[in-house]
């Protein structure tokens, strides 16, 4: 079967690091794989482990605990993840690696760094970010949970809707209004400690990602020093735009991984499930179906390899990885809907991969910016 992707990760050291990965993904979340849906939750103490490995801070600076290696391992450890049999479980590592530490590791003071992400880059503390509101969801620029400076601290008052990590978190990364006469620039990105008085959260329940807790967050006069203020307090706004390049990398190197496996797993069912006297493998119309989805995992593969080249070389990805995600998103939602078809009834019972995988893959096309704001983002940077 065509494989690509050597040129990217292709070296003795990037497969050593993969099968480190791949034994701590198989040994330590898949027998665990249904517990933490039934958790609504990844199990904390793992956390740790995974800090132990290294494989919190892949990318950030050994002065902080982290591997100090490029984007091509951080994939790697992406890819191995996607594998983890619970998409949920799935997300809620990623938050803590891909979206809510990035800026801290970029502009954060060396207070901040020592107080919050050694300990994150350890597992000794989660992370959320905490941007989406009940009323802005993909127009970042529509947030209302202000912070007004009071002395040294900053008073905090709002609302953050559909925060994965919610109830794990022991620090937020927000975004919020410091200054609302200033438009772009009245963003500050804000360390906000879970166990501040004044903070609280309410679970939601979600049709998929179930292994990860996701949740509603309150602000009521929540008090944090103004040094909990992430770079520039004038240029929080671009620094979150920066940080949701990470995010939505996430499910550009997951998305294809993810499929290859369930297009494998359904293979198989193919191959075995008798149908009118012989194999449903063999019949055509399921034939081309495996065709059509194996083409669009590899199309999802070449785009997925060239954002990750961008990211290793640090070029601007901003356009790549916007359409990636768009691809990549309607490739994972294709092939999830072609395997509950092949499934049959069983595809539409919750423990059948394709099942969890047709749900879980719903989100992806809103969660880091819907994919119609997407689509005229890029438009816009086209010219057209």
């Known amino acids: 079967m065509y494989e690509s992707g050597e040129d990217i990760y292709g070296s003795p050291e990037h497969r050593a690091f993969r099968e480190t990965v791949r034994k701590f993904v198989q040994t330590e979340l898949v027998p665990r794989a249904r517990e933490f849906d039934e958790m609504g939750r990844f199990d904390k103490a793992l956390y740790r482990k995974m800090g132990g490995l290294g494989l919190l801070g892949i990318r950030y600076d050994p ?86 400076r009071d002395g040294d601290q900053w008073v905090i008052n709002g ?36 166990d501040s008085p004044g903070f609280s959260y309410k679970l939601l329940d979600k049709i998929g990602n179930i292994g990860s807790d996701t949740g509603l967050l309150f602000f009521d ?62 019949m055509q119309v399921t034939q081309h179906k495996f065709v059509d989805m194996l083409t669009q995992i590899i199309a999802a593969e070449e785009v997925a390899h060239r954002c990750i080249r961008k990211m290793v070389r640090n070029e601007d990805a901003t356009v790549d990885i916007s359409m990636g995600k768009i691809f990549i998103t309607a490739v994972q939602q294709f092939v ?41 983002y890029v438009a816009k940077m086209m010219g057209i």
């Open 63 to 148: 002065k902080y605990g982290g591997l100090g290696l490029d984007y091509s391992y951080q994939a790697i450890f992406l890819e191995e993840l996607a594998l983890c049999d619970n998409a949920g479980v799935s997300m809620g590592i990623s938050v803590q690696t891909d979206m809510a530490t990035p800026a801290l590791a970029r502009f954060g003071s060396e207070e901040l760094k020592q107080k919050y992400l050694i300990p994150a880059i350890k597992g000794e503390q989660v992370a959320a970010i905490a941007v989406t509101e009940p009323s802005a969801g993909s127009d970042v620029a529509g947030i209302k949970t202000r912070a007004v």
């Open 159 to 194: 609302s953050k809707m559909y925060i994965t990590n919610s109830a794990t978190a022991d620090w937020l990364c927000l975004l919020a209004v410091t200054d609302p006469e200033a438009s772009y620039a009245g963003f500050s990105q804000i360390i906000v400690p879970t």
């Open 221 to 282: 006069d929540v008090r944090v020093p103004v040094a909990n203020t992430i770079g520039d307090p004038q240029r929080g706004f671009q620094q979150q735009m920066n940080q949701f390049q990470d995010e939505r990398m996430v499910p550009i190197v997951t998305g294809p991984p993810s499929c290859r496996q369930l297009w494998k797993v359904t293979l198989e069912h193919a191959q075995q499930r008798m149908l009118f006297g012989k194999p449903l493998s063999k």
């Open 336 to 376: 999830a809907t072609t395997c509950v078809q092949i499934f049959g009834g069983a595809g539409y019972c919750w423990e059948n991969p394709a099942a969890r995988a047709f749900v879980d893959s719903r989100l992806i096309s809103i969660g880091g910016g819907a994919d119609e704001v997407l689509k005229t």
